[in-house]
Every structure is written in C-alpha cells, then in structure tokens.
C-alpha cells in the first residue's frame, strides 16, 4: 500500500502531457496523410531477422559441408548469401514506402524492388527446404540402390551358378586329361630299357692305355622326362583353379541371394517410413511408400520447398503493408486546412443549435415534439452561454417623439 495519496497535481499534468502528446501525434498523422502501427512493423522486422538468421546459419553449415576443408572455398561460398541477405532486409521497407508514398512511379518501384527481395528470400528459404529433406532423401536413395542392386543379383544368380559349374566341370576335365597323360608318360617311362654300361679299351696321343666305363641311356627317356615334369606342373595350376572354382561356386546360393533381398527391402522400407515426404507422397496417390517414383517424390518436394518459401518471402512484407492506415484526405474534416479554436467553439455550436430550433418550431411538417423545441444540444459538455454586453437600442415611435 501507499505511504501517501498520490499527487493529483502530478497526475492530471500526465494526464494532460498523455493527451497533448496523442493530439499531436494526431494532428502529425493527418499532416502526412498516414499512420504506421510501429508494433506490426516491429513484428514484420522480428520475421526479417528470424529468416536472414536462418539463411545464413544455412549457407554456413552448405559451405561447411561441401567446401571439403578448403577455407577458401568456404568463404567464396558465403559471399552470395551475405548479399542476399541484405537484399531481404529491404522488403518491410519497401512495403512500408509502397504505402506512404503519394508518387505511382515511386509506388512502382517499390512494389518491384519487393518482388525481386522476395524473389531473394525464396531462394534462400527454397534452399533451407531441401536442406531439410535431403539427410531422409539420401537414406531412402542408398537403401533403394542396394535393393536395386540386391534384387540384379538374385536375378542372375541361375545364369552364375550355370557358369560357375560349368567352369568348376573344363577345370575337373583338364585336371582328369592331365592325369591322364602324367599315367601314360609315366608308364612309358617304365617300359622303357634299362641303362647299358659296357668297359671301354683304348690308347690315347700319348700312348697310354685307357679302360672307361661308358653308359648308354635310351634317347626317349629325356623327353618322356620332361613330360612327366610338365604334367605335374600343368596339374598343380589346374588344382588350383579347380580349388578357385569350386569355392566361388559355394557362395553362389539362391537362398542366401532371397535372403539379401529381402533385408534390402526392410532397409528400404525403414528408410521410406522416416522420410515425410515419402509418406506424404504415398497418402496422395493412394500406394505404398515403398512404391512411390523419384518423379513423385521430387514433385512434392517442389511443392513443399517452394510453396512455403514464398509465404515465408511475403509474410512480412504484407504484414508491413498492413501496420500503415492511409487517409482519404490529408487534412482533418476540411481540405482547406481551416480550423476552429477551442474559444469559438461553444459559440459557434450555440448558434447553430437555435437555428435548427427555430427551423424547427416553425416548419408545420416537423412532428409536434419537434415544434416545441426539443433539440438535443450538439455540445453536451458546456451548456451555450452567450456574454453579457450593452442592451440593445429601443427604437423611436412616433407617440414617444409627440
């Protein structure tokens, strides 16, 4: 509670300061012909700000992401989306000036500068749209290529186990025809006679005698040798292709081929369920979001890119076209700027109440409540007064001249 009643001096000298203040603020707005309500405005630039701050947050986590590390890249990739956001800084301005200027031409450029501002603004907003979408759009795009590709590999995968057998079948054929000439040569070789050694006698240059032993191989037991070699060689390359084969075709398994399928589906289709516009895509043409194209999904990406970015762009702006009341006139009830001071006024109204009394009480029309006089007073707050003055001259007759 007060210690002490307020002054009442103090808070009729406010009250009077209030109502001067809101007279001249008045009369200031009839002057120019307009009123802007700065609060809307207020609002309109709170919007402003809200969408250039997100613009630019936006272009700096892009060049974040795409300039790889390289810090030049990075700012080159800023400076675009500085400039823009000056350029949207213009449109509440320029609503503003589209609403109070009294030139069509300047009117026109104004309303052409917020065209192109929030030709500006869309593209900015249209970008951070994407931006949105783009992490669930990739997921549903990778999980949509692995089942592609999954569902490619089950469908060959009769065509692959066909050549894989039928290779693992010319390595096991070459293996058997190698065997097969490796026995042969083999036997061959056994067949073949055995060493002959025979003592030879002679006398050399110098006529000295010599004994030597001297052995006689068969001429075919090099080359059924070399064969036997070979063979084995040709064998142990072959067993290994044969080993290669065999393995390759152990991992081709339709099941195993029906079962990758069939996870790459779920992966697709968990990734189409966190993706909204899949969804909403689905919902719309009546299908399983599984099934939806890209065509459909990119069309309902341009609508919910594009569509709330233009009424992000045009948001503020008519809501700053808005905040400002423009008059008829430019002027107060009278265009030629005439004015009644405050003095004359009771006067002025005092008059005008008994011409309409005597109009009134005189014309045989009028209803009967009328005739008698009863005029509601046009000023209710003072009642009309008229000043005290000199009585009026009382004209000569001719009895009082006589």
Partial sequence: MLSKPPNRDVARERREWALDQSRWKHERAVERGYRIKWGYVGIAYLVEFMVIGASLAGAWLFADYYSDGDNRAFYFMLLAPLVYAAVELCRVPLGILARTQRS????????????????????????????????????????????KDAQADRDSIDTRIAAANARVEQYATELEQIEK?????????????????????????????YSNLKCVTDPRTATL???????????????????????????????????????????????????????????????????????QVHAFLRIFVFVPALCAAFASTILALSAVS???TFMDEDDLGAAVSAEAAPYLLATVAETVRQEMATNPLRPAAAREGSVIPLDRRTAPTVPPGPPAPVPATAGASA
């Fill in 326 to 328: 423009v008059r008829k």
């Fill in 104 to 147: 069509w031409f300047v009117k026109g450029l104004a309303i052409i500068g917020i065209v192109f501002a929030a030709g500006v603004t869309t593209k900015s907003v249209s970008q951070l749209g994407e931006m949105m979408f783009h992490p669930r759009l990739m997921d549903a795009a990778k999980a949509k290529t692995a089942l």
């Fill in 181 to 209: 000439r490796s026995a042969e040569n083999a036997s061959q070789l056994a067949g073949l006679p055995a060493q002959r050694c025979e003592r030879v006698y002679g006398t050399n240059s110098r006529g000295v005698r």
């Fill in 225 to 295: 040798n070399a064969a036997v070699s070979k063979a084995g060689t040709d064998r142990g390359a072959v067993v290994k292709e044969l080993e290669e084969a065999r393995k390759a075709r152990g991992l081709l398994d339709r099941g195993a081929a029906d079962r990758k399928v069939a996870d790459a589906e779920q992966t697709y289709r968990n990734a189409v369920n966190r993706s909204q516009l899949h969804s909403f895509t689905a919902m719309v043409y009546g299908v399983d979001p599984i099934e939806v194209s890209d065509a």
